[in-house]
């Protein structure tokens, strides 16, 4: 029965997702606040007891990763579209993503590659832009004075962030096509 705790906690960390999106696009932002600070307390207990009590299983493995991808793409969506954050930020989050989904879909059609391991620099990056849209929706909440500084501050910091990460994923999918090509070159020689 607890086993599957971890999983109902992503499951509700994704039910939450459309009252997230609801909040923000009403501009309700410490109400987005208390849901977001709720989301980001499933995501910390479920990975907590999925390593601590090795309570893991196949769909949390994709699950919770969705979950967090779900989250932040329709947060920087909701945030691009009611002018929160610039569109031009939007579109690197979302651009991101679907780079990295592009390549991972390729990947898993013209290769033998399954796993795909988040590196450090993404995981960075997804600090970062949810640091980003805390300060700014805490900023929109409780600091409209200061949220030109908020602004200055987050915005070019998870540009550099998401961008550099895109980069790296990039040279990381070409640099593993380079050894599976090399590995199957090897076999058919």
């Not at 920087?76 to 390549?103: E, F, K, N, Q, T």
């Not at 450090?120 to 500084?149: C, D, E, M």
Request: charged share 15%.
């Amino acid at each position: 029965m607890f086993r599957n705790l971890p999983n109902l906690l992503t499951s509700l960390r994704l039910a939450l997702v459309p009252f997230i999106v609801q909040s923000l696009w009403i501009a309700s932002y410490r109400r987005s606040l208390l849901l977001l600070w709720l989301a980001g307390i499933t995501d910390a207990l479920d990975g907590y007891l999925a390593r601590q009590f090795d309570w893991t299983s196949r769909i949390g493995a994709y699950l919770d990763p969705v979950g967090d991808k779900l989250l932040l793409v329709a947060v920087y969506l909701v945030l691009g579209l009611r002018g929160a954050v610039p569109l031009w930020l939007m579109w690197v989050v979302l651009g991101r993503d679907a780079l990295i989904l592009s390549m991972v879909a390729t990947a898993l059609l013209v290769t033998k590659v399954r796993a795909f391991p988040p590196s450090i620099w993404g995981k960075v990056s997804t600090v970062v832009q949810v640091v980003a849209a805390l300060v700014i929706i805490a900023g929109h909440a409780y600091f409209p004075n200061q949220l030109r500084l908020c602004e200055e501050i987050a915005i070019p910091a998870t540009a550099v962030a998401t961008i550099g990460s895109g980069l790296h994923y990039l040279w990381m999918a070409q640099r593993r096509l380079r050894l599976v090509g090399e590995a199957s070159d090897s076999v058919s020689s």
